[in-house]
């Protein structure tokens, strides 16, 4: 088994190194650790994925190097269950985002931060034909 990437022994790049999709078992990503309902608990990275990327190339331009951080799954710990202080604050934190700074009304969604007020102060020629 070979590749551009191969390095499990963590010589050439400082940290255990594997080409996309080609990690271990035993190792998952943050997102992969969130899914199971774990999280990394303090651990460092054990090792590393790497790969380019042509995403978010523009013409002309090498492709990116990207990279995905993997950890212990048998040392991560359980993710901590919401406590209703935390409950209550990320409420609080969502009802500010519905208030258009505009109008001072709450629009009943979030408002978007492409426009920075809600779509009535945004567009008023567009409300008016309502």
Sequence with gaps: ????????????????????????????????????????????????????????RRAGQPPTLRVAYLYHRDLAKPVRPMTPAKWAALDKANAARRVCPECRIDAGYRIPTSLGMCVSCAYPEDQRAV
């Design 1 to 56: 088994m070979g590749g551009r990437f191969w390095d499990p022994d963590g010589a050439e790049y400082g940290l255990p190194t594997f080409p996309f999709r080609m990690a271990p078992d035993g190792y998952a990503t943050r997102r992969q650790l969130r899914a199971a309902g774990l999280r990394p608990g303090g651990q460092l990275a054990a090792a590393q994925l790497l790969w380019f990327s042509n995403r978010r």
